[in-house]
C-alpha cells in the first residue's frame, strides 16, 4: 500500500516543519521588500553587486529612500538564502522523507540561482532580467510552502481525503492559469508608462479576464468539493477564493493608483505600497495553488477503490 500514498512516507519531525514555516514567511517578506524595490524603481539605486557601494553594509544606508529599500531587499535576500540553506542542512540530517529532502535541495539551488539573477540584473541594467528574478521568485515561496507542506505534522492525515484524476487536471490547470496571469501581470508592471493607459493595453486586458475567470474556477472547485463530502478541499479552496477576492480588491485599488500615475518622480506611499501588496497577494495565490494541486496529487494516488468512490460522489 506504500507505494500508492505520498502521504505514507515518514513524517518530518517537528523542528524541520519549524523551520520550513520560517522559510515560507522569510520568502513572503522578502517578495514585498522586492516589490517596493520596483514600485519604487530603486533596483539601480545600488550599482553594484554583490555589494553595496563597495561595502556589504555602507553607512547610513537607510537615511536615503531608494538605497534604504534596494540594500534593505539585499539583506532580506541574504537572510532567506541562509536561512534555505539551514533548512537544507536541518533536513539532510533528519529522518525527512525523500521528496522533503529532494525539494529543499532544490529549494538550495534555486535560491542561489535568484541571487545570481539579481545581482545579473543590476550589472546589465537588464529590465529583462527584472522580470525573470520577479517570476523565480514566486515559484521560489511556492517551493518552500510545498517544503512546509509536506514536512507538516498534519499531512499524513489530511493528504489522505481521496480525489479523482479529473481533481487534479483541474489543480494543474488552475496553478498553470495562476502562473499565467501572474507573468502577464510581471509584464505589465515592468513596461511601466508604455503599458498605459491601462484598459487600452491588451495584456491588461488579458491579465484582468484570467482574474475573473480564475475566482469563478475556484468558486466551482469549491461548490464541487462540498458536494462530494471532501472537507479538506472545500476549505482550501475557501481559503483561496477569499484570498482571490482580497486580490480582486488590490487590482482595482492598483488600477486606480497607477494607471495616471508619473514616472518622471518618487512615487507616493500609496503608488508604492499598493500595486506591492497586490503582488505579495498574487503570489500567495500562486502558493496556495501550488499547495492545493500537492493534495490533489496525494488524493489521486490513494488506492483505486478509493478513486472509485471518490468518482461516484462527483457524479452526483
Known amino acids: 500500500m506504500a507505494d ?25 517578506i522578502l517578495i514585498i521588500a522586492g516589490g517596493l524595490v520596483t514600485s519604487r524603481d530603486a533596483g539601480l539605486a545600488v550599482p553594484d553587486w554583490p555589494l553595496s557601494f563597495g561595502t556589504l553594509n555602507p553607512p547610513n544606508w537607510w537615511r536615503i529612500d531608494n538605497v534604504r529599500t534596494e540594500h534593505g531587499h539585499r539583506l532580506i535576500a541574504g537572510s532567506v538564502a541562509l536561512l534555505t540553506l539551514a533548512l537544507t542542512w536541518v533536513v539532510t540530517r533528519s529522518n525527512a522523507s525523500r521528496r522533503v529532502r529532494r525539494l529543499t535541495a532544490f529549494a538550495a539551488a534555486l535560491v542561489l540561482f535568484q541571487a545570481l539573477l539579481g545581482g545579473l540584473r543590476v550589472l546589465h541594467l537588464s529590465v529583462d532580467l527584472a522580470m525573470v528574478h520577479a517570476l523565480t521568485a514566486q515559484l521560489f515561496l511556492c ?13 499524513p492525515e ?23 496571469q501572474l507573468v502577464i501581470g510581471i509584464l505589465v508592471r515592468h513596461y511601466g508608462p ?14 484582468a479576464a484570467l482574474a475573473l475567470g ?13 458536494m462530494t463530502a471532501r472537507p479538506g478541499a472545500a476549505r ?11 486580490q480582486l480588491a488590490f487590482g482595482l485599488a492598483t488600477f ?25 497577494v498574487g503570489a500567495g495565490v500562486l502558493a496556495m495553488a501550488a499547495r492545493s494541486l500537492l493534495y490533489s496529487l496525494a488524493g489521486s494516488r490513494l488506492p483505486t477503490w478509493q478513486h472509485g468512490t471518490a468518482e461516484v460522489a462527483n457524479r452526483r
Request: with cysteine; aromatic share 10%; proline share 6%.
Open 256 to 280: 486606480a493608483v497607477t494607471d495616471t500615475m508619473g514616472y518622471d518622480r518618487q512615487a507616493t506611499a500609496a503608488e508604492s505600497w499598493i500595486p506591492t501588496l497586490h503582488v505579495a
Open 158 to 180: 489530511a493528504s489522505a481525503e481521496p480525489c479523482t484524476p479529473r481533481d487534479m487536471r483541474r489543480g494543474s490547470w488552475l496553478f498553470t492559469l495562476v502562473l499565467l
Open 4 to 28: 500508492y500514498h505520498l502521504s505514507l512516507e515518514p513524517a518530518a519531525p517537528k523542528h524541520v516543519s519549524w523551520f520550513a514555516r520560517a522559510t515560507v514567511v522569510a520568502t513572503f
Open 143 to 155: 517551493v518552500v510552502v510545498g517544503i512546509a507542506t509536506l514536512a507538516s505534522p498534519a499531512w
Open 194 to 207: 508604455d503599458a498605459r493607459p491601462l484598459l487600452g493595453s491588451h495584456l491588461f486586458q488579458i491579465h
Open 214 to 226: 480564475i475566482t469563478w474556477l475556484v468558486g466551482r472547485d469549491r461548490t464541487d468539493a462540498r
Open 236 to 246: 482550501r479552496a475557501s481559503a483561496l477564493l477569499y484570498l482571490l477576492l482580497v
